[in-house]
């Protein structure tokens, strides 16, 4: 086990609605990112937090939006939520510029 | 988003058997990471790779750094049926939050 922790498991929502996950890290990290990985591809990057600050992002609109808390947990949420955001959704923490641990991700359909 | 060109798709092997699987990049990258990702989990960590040349072990797994930085390689030697799973690379450019990731390596083993 990697020490990251991820809730919900799974999750179903229906279109247009608004979904927060979170994400609690591995002792000793400061640092959180997130991904996305669709079925049966690898998973992209969606931000990583740093210092509660958003340090880096992907190719996602705003409408994906994170928080980081002084405890390094984080959250990731979605407004207006879209079929094409039906994916699993990794957190991975890890020291500063270190290597990353992946939780088990939380499972997100929406219908 | 950005991926890594990572082959084969998909193995099927039997047991006892070595498998080979590479991954290659139009960038070049400061590390590289090959990860294994078993159903319902978040992807662990096998082997990480930090300088051109590179050989590194893990028990019957072995990874290289390709000399021009714009590959990596995993070898898996005696596979066992524990062994079944989906591997990914990811590189990693110094100084960047983000991990870019191959498609994955689907292993089958028939016993």
């Known amino acids: 086990e990697t020490g990251v922790t991820q809730s919900p498991t799974h999750l179903i929502k229906t279109r247009g609605q608004q979904v927060t996950l979170r994400c609690s890290s591995q002792?000793?990290?400061?640092?959180v990112s997130w991904y996305q990985q669709a079925l049966g591809q690898g998973p992209q990057f969606i931000f990583q937090?740093?210092?509660?600050?958003?340090?880096g992002r992907g190719n996602f609109p705003p409408r994906f939006s994170g928080l980081q808390f002084p405890n390094y947990s984080s959250e990731l949420n979605v407004n207006a939520l879209e079929l094409d955001d039906s994916a699993l959704y990794l957190c991975?923490?890890?020291?500063?510029?270190?290597?990353?641990?992946f939780g088990a991700g939380t499972r997100l359909s929406v219908l | 988003g950005q991926q890594l060109n990572q082959s084969p798709q998909s193995m099927f092997i039997q047991e006892g058997e070595d498998v080979s699987m590479n991954c290659t990049s139009s960038s070049i990258f400061n590390t590289w990471l090959w990860y294994k990702q078993d159903p319902g989990e978040g992807p662990v960590l096998l082997i990480a790779l930090y300088k051109a040349g590179e050989l590194t072990s893990n028990g019957r797994l072995t990874a290289q750094f390709g000399i021009t930085r714009k590959d990596s390689f995993l070898n898996i030697s005696a596979s066992i049926p524990s062994d079944v799973g989906i591997y990914f690379c990811a590189g990693q450019v110094q100084g960047a939050q983000k991990l870019v990731f191959g498609q994955g390596t689907r292993l089958t083993i028939n016993p």
């Open positions: 937090y740093y210092r509660e600050e958003e340090n």
């Open positions: 991975a923490s890890s020291r500063t510029d270190g290597i990353q641990y």
């Open positions: 002792s000793g990290h400061n640092t």
